[in-house]
């Protein structure tokens, strides 16, 4: 990636130029990505899931979330989504958004590879988990009734 500079006041007040950090780099790779989406909810969901993959890569240590990721971090991530619980539909999605991102890293040049791919997905119930039907079903049910 290449080294965009960051723009930080000094003590004094002044604009100083410095290097930005791998850290401050991935913040606006973050940024660009999420404007290539139009709906803010997307943005909104995307945002979270990518600061909550940060976080988690921080706590590792790992000094670039954008090149210095292997596909044994997005391994241990995808562990620790299942050891919270959630739901393998919840799960799945949050590990197609890593996958999304890291496509849009090496489209944009800031990334030589996807750590995702050849990452196991859950496994995704062939039945819908949910109470309720969705627009579709309804509409289906009562197209039939």
């Known amino acids: 990636m290449a080294s965009p500079e960051a723009i930080i006041i000094d003590i004094d007040n002044r604009a100083v130029t410095r290097p930005a950090s791998p850290r401050t780099q991935a913040?606006?790779?973050?940024?660009?990505?999420?404007?290539?989406?139009?709906?803010?909810?997307?943005?909104?969901?995307?945002?979270?899931?990518?600061?909550?993959?940060?976080?988690?890569?921080?706590?590792?240590?790992?000094?670039?979330?954008?090149?210095?990721?292997?596909?044994?971090?997005?391994?241990?991530?995808?562990?620790?989504?299942?050891?919270?619980?959630?739901?393998?539909?919840?799960?799945y999605r949050r590990i197609s958004v890593l996958a999304t991102f890291y496509r849009y890293c090496i489209g944009e040049d800031l990334a030589d590879r996807d750590p995702t791919v050849n990452v196991k997905r859950p496994v995704l119930p062939r039945e819908s988990t949910r109470p309720w039907l969705s627009r579709r079903e309804l509409a289906d049910l009562m197209t039939e009734a």
Not at 27 to 37: D, M, N, P, Q, S
Not at 45 to 61: S, T
């Open 27 to 91: 913040e606006r790779v973050i940024g660009g990505f999420l404007a290539t989406y139009g709906n803010k909810r997307t943005r909104t969901a995307y945002r979270a899931i990518l600061l909550d993959w940060v976080a988690f890569l921080d706590a590792l240590n790992v000094a670039d979330p954008v090149r210095d990721v292997k596909r044994g971090h997005v391994d241990a991530f995808a562990r620790l989504l299942e050891s919270r619980g959630l739901y393998p539909t919840t799960r």
